[in-house]
């Protein structure tokens, strides 16, 4: 989640589109901390799966979100950038599934992927703003449309 999807969130904190649905709180929590689970998973080469995490006492707003995702990823995308072929190579082992490490970074990305997109289908329904993620926004670029 960027700085600008977490201001969008601001106003849209409690609803899910239905029963069973994250709420945009939840989605952006998940989004977040899974992120540094992915991260962690592939540098240590194994994926430790113990549930749902507890989400850390500083989120506290969408704009904490986004802060803490940032303090938490920088120095991990460097480590995964740093990785030599030979780690990136390395089978690693997800819910069963085994493959080469970098298999997971793109399992780490369509995750966040997924996510992010969430996030952006939830916000104009709820009143809110939908920020540019991927390109152009028709909210913040108002000739887009």
Do not use: C
């Amino acid at each position: 989640m960027n700085a600008e999807q977490a201001q969008a969130l601001r106003d849209t904190l409690v609803g899910a589109i239905e029963q069973e649905a994250r709420t945009a709180w939840e989605v952006a929590t998940h989004l977040a901390m899974s992120d540094v689970w992915f991260a962690d998973s592939i540098l240590s080469g194994a994926f430790a799966w113990t549930g749902e995490p507890v989400v850390p006492a500083e989120l506290i707003d969408p704009p904490a979100v986004a802060r803490w995702h940032e303090a938490q990823m920088g120095s991990r995308i460097g480590k995964l950038r740093a990785m030599s072929a030979e780690h990136l190579l390395r089978p690693v082992e997800f819910f069963g599934r085994k493959a080469p490490a970098v298999s997971w970074l793109v399992m780490m990305n369509n995750h966040a992927v997924h996510h992010r997109g969430q996030l952006a289908a939830y916000l104009r329904p709820m009143g809110s703003r939908v920020p540019a993620i991927y390109g152009m926004s028709a909210d913040e670029q108002p000739a887009a449309h």
